[in-house]
């Protein structure tokens, strides 16, 4: 018995020898995965590089919001592709342990609400390979035309739509659906309610 417990350890430390962290290729790698599967809506394939949960991180508003798995795959990104998303990635590193990247994205709900894509930097953190955090903050971001934008939606789904006045209420399916048809109203009305230039 005593020889078979030396034997043991020695195995022990064999193997865990031979579990290293993941490379910084492979790190890299993972996060470009990430937003690909972000970009094509994938769930199946972000089921693979996401822990059982997730925090996300907005530094710019002092936010943050842990996600079980299936709450950021079945709920968020599913409000995500609603809107038909495009994430481009402009720049990607490795250092300490960690993924930095530099992001665009754009896509119906932010061509309404900020005319142009928004870009963001980014701290992808990882544990056993799984991304278990993200840090955002903003690189171009026009917080005005934002805000002009998404109120004067506000303001006219409030009185020719009411039905749809809870767009904003979460990040489900549901309130996606009903966001994208507030837009896709409005900017009916807006074309109907544009003079025609040609006209003398």
Known sequence: MKKVIPI???????YLSC?????????VESAKQYYQALDESNSVK???LISD????????????????KSDYINDWMRWDSIFKPSYDLLSIK??????KVKMAKTDKRI???HEKPIVWTAK?????????????RNAIFDEDTWETNLNKLIAWINIHHPELNDFLSGQTKTTGLKYLKAIELYN???EISEPDSTKK
């Open 124 to 136: 992808i953190q990882f544990d056993e390979g799984k991304i278990i955090s993200i840090e955002r």
């Open 94 to 99: 490795e250092e300490n342990d960690l993924v």
């Open 19 to 27: 579990k290293s962290p993941k490379s910084e290729k492979e790190l």
């Open 8 to 14: 043991l350890l020695l195995f022990a430390l064999c």
């Open 111 to 113: 061509h309404f609400l």
């Open 53 to 68: 949960s997730i925090l996300i991180k907005e530094l710019d508003y002092d936010y943050e919001q842990t996600f079980l």
């Open 188 to 190: 009916e009305n807006s």
């Open 46 to 48: 972000m089921k693979n």
